[in-house]
């Protein structure tokens, strides 16, 4: 009898043609958060096996199989050659103590002298007159026992199912670039993206000195959740300092989150271009803060040319990105109290409704290009 771990995917299955497509990415990933445990993953008519592994290492396979998007569900199941009394001591096994209980049966192997409702009412009466302290409910059970007999002459038997990620297989939707502070959204708004099969890259902008190195490593904490999730991140961190500098020097202060946020985009794009992302994304909420009125959304918009700007959390209220913060591990590293460039040279009253002409005076003000270029030469990449 041997513990195997059964893959249901979610979306995939509704792929049509490019289904082996979705299929050969869905089957790397698994293998990429597998890496380093003993494993095989089979493919078996719309599912996948994961086999031949260490058993202690169990609950490690099935909570990294859970940072997987495109599985819907999981379950650990008792293997065994298709024989009534084996399938009877796997039933037996993952049998609960006590309880109230129906045996399902699914029969893909037609040859096997007992059809799916033989076999679940032969193996539900060997199970009660085993153990008086269940009994059998068919409309309400408290737990099921699931019986799978396969065409290859194995059977599956098991009761849990743990819930799996959703989503598609990153991997199958292109890549963008997340703009990364060390706040709640933003993770948040990269989780998302991810799910739906994108992998993200992250650019951060930092003000050293004024903001802080732990400011720094707590964004490099946050891209780590989210690399367990979209397999592999790529940081790209760039200085905004003088940008800050010149802003404040020079322009009016209620201006600087407006102006500074055109430079975000503005080198975001480029950057974006250099490594072959087709969009940005942000972790704007509308009307969440002063900077996400739909002008200030316009005001950062009109200076990107080329590729779109992604808000998945557009419409979500904060307690509600709060929530998947929480679920995804980010929230305790969010909260940590390091300042963002953004709260750096922060006016008492930045402008919520930032008017086209204003922008224009103001950031005509200032060498655009040459801080850009300046910006962009203080790039670090990280692989996390
Ligand atoms: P977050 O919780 O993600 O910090 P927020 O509610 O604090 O968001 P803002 O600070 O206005 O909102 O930032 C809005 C978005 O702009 C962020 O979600 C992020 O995508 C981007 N952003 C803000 N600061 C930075 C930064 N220092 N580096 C990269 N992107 C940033
Ligand atoms: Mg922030």
């Given at each position: 009898m041997e513990k195997v771990i059964i893959i249901r995917y979610s979306e995939i299955h509704l792929k049509g043609k490019n289904r082996g497509y979705f299929e050969r990415v869905f089957t790397i990933n698994i293998e990429k958060a597998l890496k380093g445990l003993k494993h095989e993953v089979h493919r078996q008519s719309g599912r996948y096996l994961v086999e031949n592994f260490d058993e202690s290492k169990t609950d490690e396979i099935v909570s990294r199989l859970e940072k997987?998007?495109?599985?819907?569900?999981?379950?650990?199941?008792?293997?065994?050659?298709?024989?009534?009394?084996?399938?009877?001591?796997?039933?037996?096994?993952?049998?609960?103590?006590?309880g109230t209980f129906k045996v399902e049966t699914h029969r893909a192997d037609k040859k096997f002298e007992f059809n799916s409702m033989q076999i679940s009412a032969e193996i539900g009466g060997r199970l009660l007159a085993a153990n008086k302290e269940i009994k059998v409910d068919v409309h309400n059970p408290q737990f099921i026992i699931n019986i799978d007999v396969r065409e290859n002459g194995t059977t599956l038997v098991f009761n849990t199912f743990f819930k799996g990620a959703g989503g598609m297989p990153v991997g199958t939707s292109g890549k963008g670039l997340l703009l990364v502070s060390g706040g709640i959204d933003s993770p948040v708004a990269g989780y998302m993206i991810a799910k739906r099969g994108m992998n993200i890259e992250c650019i951060h902008f930092h003000s050293y000195p004024y903001t802080n190195m732990q400011a720094r490593d707590k964004v490099i904490e946050l891209v780590k959740i989210l690399s367990e999730y979209a397999g592999g991140v790529k940081l790209h961190i760039v200085s905004v300092t003088h940008i800050q500098e010149e802003i404040h020097k020079n322009c009016n202060a209620e201006y600087?989150?407006?102006?500074?946020?055109?430079?975000?985009?503005?080198?975001?794009?480029?950057?974006?271009?250099?490594?072959?992302?087709?969009?940005?994304?942000?972790?704007?909420?509308?009307?969440?803060v002063a900077s996400q009125t739909i002008e200030g959304i316009n005001s950062s918009d009109s200076v990107v040319g080329n590729l779109p700007v992604l808000r998945p959390l557009c419409g979500?209220?904060?307690?509600?990105?709060?929530?998947?913060?929480?679920?995804?591990?980010?929230?305790?590293?969010?909260?940590?109290?390091?300042?963002?460039?953004?709260?750096?040279?922060?006016?008492?009253?930045?402008?919520?409704?930032?008017?086209?002409?204003?922008?224009?005076?103001?950031?005509?003000?200032?060498?655009?290009?040459?801080?850009?270029?300046?910006?962009?030469?203080?790039?670090?990449?990280?692989?996390?």
């Amino acid at each position: 009898m041997e513990k195997v771990i059964i893959i249901r995917y979610s979306e995939i299955h509704l792929k049509g043609k490019n289904r082996g497509y979705f299929e050969r990415v869905f089957t790397i990933n698994i293998e990429k958060a597998l890496k380093g445990l003993k494993h095989e993953v089979h493919r078996q008519s719309g599912r996948y096996l994961v086999e031949n592994f260490d058993e202690s290492k169990t609950d490690e396979i099935v909570s990294r199989l859970e940072k997987v998007f495109g599985i819907h569900s999981m379950s650990v199941a008792l293997k065994v050659e298709t024989r009534m009394d084996l399938i009877f001591s796997a039933a037996e096994q993952v049998c609960s103590e006590k309880g109230t209980f129906k045996v399902e049966t699914h029969r893909a192997d037609k040859k096997f002298e007992f059809n799916s409702m033989q076999i679940s009412a032969e193996i539900g009466g060997r199970l009660l007159a085993a153990n008086k302290e269940i009994k059998v409910d068919v409309h309400n059970p408290q737990f099921i026992i699931n019986i799978d007999v396969r065409e290859n002459g194995t059977t599956l038997v098991f009761n849990t199912f743990f819930k799996g990620a959703g989503g598609m297989p990153v991997g199958t939707s292109g890549k963008g670039l997340l703009l990364v502070s060390g706040g709640i959204d933003s993770p948040v708004a990269g989780y998302m993206i991810a799910k739906r099969g994108m992998n993200i890259e992250c650019i951060h902008f930092h003000s050293y000195p004024y903001t802080n190195m732990q400011a720094r490593d707590k964004v490099i904490e946050l891209v780590k959740i989210l690399s367990e999730y979209a397999g592999g991140v790529k940081l790209h961190i760039v200085s905004v300092t003088h940008i800050q500098e010149e802003i404040h020097k020079n322009c009016n202060a209620e201006y600087m989150v407006t102006l500074l946020r055109r430079f975000m985009m503005r080198i975001s794009e480029t950057v974006a271009v250099k490594c072959g992302a087709q969009c940005l994304i942000t972790g704007e909420s509308l009307g969440q803060v002063a900077s996400q009125t739909i002008e200030g959304i316009n005001s950062s918009d009109s200076v990107v040319g080329n590729l779109p700007v992604l808000r998945p959390l557009c419409g979500f209220d904060k307690d509600e990105i709060i929530e998947r913060s929480k679920m995804i591990g980010a929230f305790g590293i969010s909260i940590q109290p390091y300042e963002d460039c953004c709260t750096v040279f922060l006016p008492k009253h930045p402008v919520t409704k930032p008017q086209m002409k204003v922008i224009l005076e103001e950031e005509s003000k200032l060498n655009v290009e040459a801080l850009m270029d300046e910006a962009l030469a203080s790039e670090q990449i990280l692989n996390l």
